[in-house]
């Protein structure tokens, strides 16, 4: 991560944007409660009524697997997914050590969470379409290497957001959202592992850091 500098200028920042999201998306539900069904909400309780002893058979009908498919709510939790990384995104700009922002993995970070979204709604009914999507990402061979350790997280961050959506589980999203962005900006201000000359690293790890260089 880049060099930390003031924390309070994002913070202000991102905290507005996460009310003014939340505020949005309940505001549209109250003034519009014939959406409420569309909302990409109660995906984890309905998994939880499901009960650990269901069991899906594999021979199942195409009417069967797409009977809960809505484009209305897909398009919605697509919008609500999109929405939960921009902050994520921004994250990215402030933290990054790279001497240029990488705009294709700045740009590919929005647009995965609507991808994953679009395939957890496909296949959270049917085990065949998952076992299908697995052969199919098997065939196909990625060549995208990531230049920083650090940009895997935000994939799976996308990830994760986008499968929350996918299945109507927009609050785990958003809680996995939040947390993200506010550890990654105390990392980024407290500069953690880079000071490693201090009297409590020396205690906890046992190892004198100041005549390491000393040492054959």
Known sequence: MRKSSRLSAPLIVVSLYYAL????????AYL????????????IQALIDRGADTFQDIEILSSEVFYKTSASSLGIAIVAATALMVPISWVYFITTRDSEINRSF????????????????IVQNSIPLAF???GIVAAVRFRFTLTDPAHTLYVFAAITIGLGAGIAAIGVSLLTSVAFVYAT?????????????SAFYSFLTGRDYENDDDQP
């Open 32 to 43: 519009f409660p014939d959406l409420e069904p569309y909302m990409p909400v109660g995906g």
């Open 21 to 28: 999201a939340v505020t949005t998306f309940y505001g549209i």
């Open 132 to 134: 299908s999507l697995a």
């Open 106 to 121: 700045a740009q590919t970070m929005l647009l995965l969470p609507i991808i994953v979204a679009g395939i957890a709604n």
């Open 185 to 197: 900006l105390l990392l980024w201000r407290l500069d953690y592992g880079r000071n490693l000359n």
